[in-house]
C-alpha cells in the first residue's frame, strides 16, 4: 500500500498536510480555554483560581501521554518508511497499550492521594472545594483523556489527519455544548465544567480505539504484540522534550501565580492566567505544525530521503517564521477583546492585563523556532537534543528570569521573562540545527540556505 508520505513535499503540499493537526491542537486548545471562560463567568474568580490550582498535575498527566504519543509515533514512523509494515502495526499497539496502563496507575495513584497532591500544589481553605471537585472528575476519566492524546498524534502517522482533527472538532464542540447545558442550565458549579470537559474527550478516543480495532484495510491496526521494552524505553527517552515542556507549564504557571499575587495580588494572577491562555491559543498553531509535519520527517529519515529533508526543513522553518510574525501581530489586535472576556467585568484585572501585554508579547516571534526544533529532533529519533532545547528555554531559562527579572526591574520583571528566556533559547535551537545537519542528512555547502532559510 502506497503511503501518502512518499511524494516529494511543496510548499502547498507542507501546509495542507499539517493543517488538520493545527486545526487539531487549536480545537485541543480550546479545552482548557472554555472552561475558563465559563468558569469565570458563572462561578467565580475563586472557581478560576483552583482550576490554576491543579494546573501542575494536569501538566504532568498530558505530559506523559504525550510522551509516549510523540516518541512512539516517531518509532512507527520511522519504521513505515524502512518498509517494515507489519512490525509498525506491532510497536503502534504497544503504545496504545502503553497509555492505557500509564493512565491507569495515573488514576490509581491520584485518588490515593488527593489530599496531599492538592495540598502541595497549594489550594487555600476557599479553593479547596472546587479543587477537589474537578480533580476527582478529572482523574477518574484519565485513561480517556490520555488515549484522546495519544490518537491526537497517531491518527497523523497513520496517515489519517483528517479523521484525527474531525474528531477533535466534534470533541471541541462537544465540550462548549456541554460546559453551557451543566452550569448554565443546569446551574452546577466547577463540576459541570469538568464533565464538560472529560465526557467531550470520549468521542476521540472511543473512536480511535474502534477505528484501530476493526479496520484493517489501512496502513495501522491493532494487532497482536509483545511488549518491546527497549522501544518504550527509547520511546519515553525520544518523546522525554514534551514531558518536559508539560512540566515548566507547571513550574512557570507557579512561579507566575507566585510573582503577580506578590506585586499584583490576586487580580495580578488573574491576569497572568488570561494571557497564558492567549499564549497557549498561539502556540497550539505552531505545535500543531511542528507535531503535523513531524511524521513526515521520521518517514524521510527512515527513507534516508536526504534531498527532502533539506527542501521540508528549509520550508518549515520559512513557514514558522511566518506564522510568528503574523501572531505577534494579530496578538496587539485581538487582547483587547480576549481580556474583557476573561475579566468578569473587573477593571483593575482589564488594565493589567492589557498595559503589560506589550512586555510580553515580543516572545510570540520567538516561540516559533524553539518549539519546531525541539519536535523536529524527536521526529529524527533523537530524544536528548530534543529534550535539550525544550530544557533549557522553558524551564532553566524561564525559571531563572521568573526568579531574577522582578528583583531587578520590579513587576516589569515578571512580563519580560518569557521574551527573555525565548531569546536565549533560540540561540540554542539553531546551535543545534547546525551541529547535528551532517548526521542527519541536511547539510549541503550552502549551509545557510538549508539550514536556516
Known sequence: MKNNMDKCFTFKQILKFALPSII???????????????????????????????????????????????????IVGRTLGEQKQEDARKFFTMFVMVEIICAITFLILGLSFQG?????????????????????????FLP?????????????????????????????????????????????????????????CLIPSVTGLLYFSFNRKETLYFVRFKFDFMKIKEA???????????????????????????????????????????????????????????????????????????????RSLAIIGTISVLAYG??????????????????????????????????????GISIFASSYFTALGNGLVSAVISFSRTILFLTIALIVLPIIFKENGIWISVPVAEAIGVFVSIFCLIKYRKKYLYDSCNQKEDVLG
Request: aromatic share 16%; glycine share 8%; hydrophobic share 50%.
Open 236 to 314: 519515553f527517552t525520544n518523546g522525554s522534550s514534551e514531558m518536559v515542556t508539560n512540566l515548566a507549564n507547571a513550574i512557570s504557571t507557579f512561579l507566575f501565580n507566585y510573582q503577580c499575587q506578590k506585586f499584583y495580588g490576586d487580580d495580578g494572577v488573574a491576569s497572568i492566567t488570561i494571557i497564558l491562555y492567549f499564549q497557549f491559543l498561539f502556540t497550539a498553531i505552531l505545535f500543531g505544525y511542528s507535531m503535523g509535519i513531524a511524521p513526515v520527517f521520521s518517514y524521510k529519515y527512515g527513507k534516508n530521503d536526504k534531498k527532502e529533508l533539506k527542501s521540508i526543513l528549509r
Open 116 to 140: 496531599p497532591i492538592l495540598k502541595l500544589l497549594g489550594a487555600s481553605d476557599e479553593q479547596m472545594p472546587y479543587a477537589i471537585k474537578y480533580y476527582l472528575i478529572y482523574t477518574c
Open 330 to 367: 494579530l496578538s496587539f489586535v485581538l487582547i483587547n477583546p480576549v481580556a474583557h472576556l476573561f475579566s468578569g467585568g473587573s477593571k483593575n484585572v482589564f488594565d493589567i492585563t492589557v498595559n503589560n501585554f506589550a512586555l510580553y508579547n515580543s516572545a510570540f516571534i520567538l516561540f
Open 144 to 200: 480517556f483523556s490520555f488515549l484522546q492524546n495519544a490518537f491526537q498524534t497517531l491518527f497523523v502517522t497513520a496517515d489519517k489527519p483528517h479523521l484525527g482533527l474531525g474528531l477533535v472538532i466534534c470533541a471541541g464542540i462537544m465540550n462548549v455544548f456541554l460546559d453551557y447545558f451543566f452550569l448554565d442550565i443546569c446551574s452546577m458549579s466547577i463540576e459541570g465544567a469538568a464533565l464538560g470537559t472529560v465526557l467531550a
Open 24 to 74: 487539531m491542537m487549536m480545537f485541543f486548545s480550546l479545552y482548557t480555554i472554555v472552561d475558563g471562560i465559563f468558569i469565570s463567568n458563572y462561578v467565580g474568580t475563586t472557581a478560576l483560581g483552583a482550576l490554576n490550582i491543579i494546573y501542575p498535575y494536569q501538566c504532568l498527566a498530558i505530559g506523559t501521554s504525550v510522551m509516549i504519543a510523540s516518541g512512539g509515533s516517531a
